[in-house]
Every structure is written in C-alpha cells, then in structure tokens.
Nanobody
Framework: VQLQASGGGLVQAGGSLRLSCSAS????????MGWFRQAPGKERAFVAA????????SYAIFAKGRFTISRDNAKNTVYLQMNSLKPEDTAIYYC??????????????????WGQGTQVTVSS
C-alpha cells in the first residue's frame, strides 16, 4: 500500500493550496480517508475525513469553513482544498486510509495506512 501526498508548498497568509493524496495497493473506494497535520513540537492533529463514497465528511474546528475534503474514486485520489490559510496552518500534512469505510472518525488509531506527508508553510 502506498499513499503519496503532494501539493504542499510555501504560501502567504490568506492564500490557498490544494493537497492531493494518490493511493495504490488497496481497494481505495472501500476505504475512508483522512488528513492529519503535525506542526513542529506538537502532536499529530486531525484535519478532515471523508467516507468511502464522499457522502459524509467531518472537519476539525479550525478547518471548518476554510478547508474542503473531497475524493475521486476513479482516480484513487483524495484532496484537501485549503483556503484562507493562516501561519498557524504551517505543518506537515499527512493523508491516511481507514478500513472503516463509512467512518469519518478523527482518531488516528483507526487509520491503517499513512502517507509520507507534504510540507505546508504559510508566511505572515
């Protein structure tokens, strides 16, 4: 199983980025997917999750209204659109896959597979 995250970079505050996570080696359309982030010196934190079909999503409080998670099962890819970025959004962003296909849970322990992460840096 491989999860390849991409799309990170350096952006000014107020800007936008779209992260992508391409999955291989697993039946993607039967997995729920999540995004997490880890800032320097902090624990990994839940950002957003989406169920297998895309019909259900959940967001961390800080992500609501600014971030949108979506998926394209035909492309085995999950996305995270991030708008109105703030310096405090600076972190490594990880995608993860959960066998609990209907879940949009925030608990990292429910996710079986993790990508390598992509760095997002927001300058003030």
């Amino acid at each position: 199983v491989q999860l390849q995250a991409s799309g990170g970079g350096l952006v000014q505050a107020g800007g936008s980025l779209r992260l992508s996570c391409s999955a291989s080696g697993l039946p993607f359309s039967t997995y729920s997917m999540g995004w997490f982030r880890q800032a320097p010196g902090k624990e990994r934190a839940f950002v957003a999750a989406i169920n297998w079909s895309g019909s259900s999503t959940s967001y961390a409080i800080f992500a609501k209204g600014r971030f949108t998670i979506s998926r394209d099962n035909a492309k085995n890819t999950v996305y995270l659109q991030m708008n109105s970025l703030k310096p405090e959004d600076t972190a490594i962003y990880y995608c993860a896959a959960s066998r609990f296909s209907g879940s949009t849970d925030s608990a990292p322990d429910l996710y079986s597979y993790w990508g390598q992460g992509t760095q997002v840096t927001v300058s003030s």
